[in-house]
């Protein structure tokens, strides 16, 4: 059984004042270690970012240039200090099919210029890599578990997932979307739309339909699509600005959960199948 701060707190009360010795009866300086060990912080950010083979080597360096412009810009700082506490945590991690996820950045706190300098060169010196499938799921439920432990306490918690395809590999995205959300934490999504429908690469027309309908959920969720290459800081730094500064984007995308989604959230599967029979 695991005891909540609050109940351990009463217990060190209760087991004083009776004049108790033993395990409850810890001194007050390690309650207050616990409660040091868990930092509050405005946000937690999970940043997801797709690196399938589906996108090519120049879209990855934009989009990863995207990032690191977004996260060391004054528009980002500014949303930062205007938080409560006037910090955030953020993790970046790359994603593609089921069992592909590897975190190159781990938990970090940003609260000014010099620490999102070195979480932005973290990112900088990583080697760009590619991989196989398109698995928005597995990279949702990977993301999902990043916020146990860390030692950080979100006032809001916030997934961040970008991608140019729709799920084909690993669980339906919408089961992993609800559990996702029945934990509190919110999905926005950065659907990158640059390439024209092909069947060979397995593209559809309306990415942002399906992300807002399939993918994307909790309050405020939103999508902020990808529609040229010039496009990629100025929408990467829109989006993590709203996500800190808890806003959304004007006029409101509908969130996942508002009614039937206007497309197959079993789009991709349906693909992979008509095409590679498994």
């Not at 409660?35 to 990855?60: F, G, K, P, R």
Request: aromatic share 6%; glycine share 10%.
């Amino acid at each position: 059984m695991r005891l909540g701060l609050g109940l351990i707190a009463a217990l060190f009360g209760v087991a004083a004042a009776a004049g108790l010795s033993g395990g409850l009866a810890a001194p007050p300086a390690s309650l207050k270690r616990v409660q040091a060990d868990v930092a509050t912080v405005d946000v937690q950010l999970v940043l997801a970012v797709d690196i399938s083979y589906s996108m090519d080597l120049e879209e990855l360096a934009l989009q990863r240039e995207g990032y690191i412009a977004a996260l060391t810009s004054r528009e980002f700082m500014q949303a930062i200090r205007q938080g409560m506490n006037g910090r955030v945590a953020v993790l970046y991690f790359e994603w593609a099919g089921v069992e592909i996820q590897r975190i190159v950045v781990p938990w970090r706190v940003i609260d000014g210029p010099e620490s999102a300098d070195a979480f932005a060169s973290e990112i900088a010196r990583a080697p760009l890599r590619r991989g196989s499938r398109t698995s928005i799921s597995g990279a949702l439920a990977f993301a999902m578990r990043l916020f146990e432990g860390g030692g950080y306490r979100g006032l809001r918690r916030v997934i961040d997932i970008s991608g140019d395809g729709v799920n084909n590999n690993g669980p339906p995205v919408t089961l992993v979307r609800d559990e996702v959300l029945a934990k509190g934490i919110t999905i926005n999504g950065l659907p990158i739309m640059l390439k024209r429908p092909n069947f060979g690469t397995m593209d559809i027309e309306n990415l942002d339909v399906y992300y807002e309908d399939c993918v994307i959920g909790g309050p405020g969720a939103f999508v902020v699509p990808i529609r040229t290459r010039e496009q990629f800081k100025s929408a990467i730094r829109t989006k993590l600005v709203l996500e800190i500064a808890g806003r959304t984007p004007r006029p409101r995308l509908r969130p996942a959960s508002a009614s039937s989604p206007r497309m197959s959230c079993t789009i991709g599967e349906q693909m992979w199948q008509q095409r590679w029979g498994n």
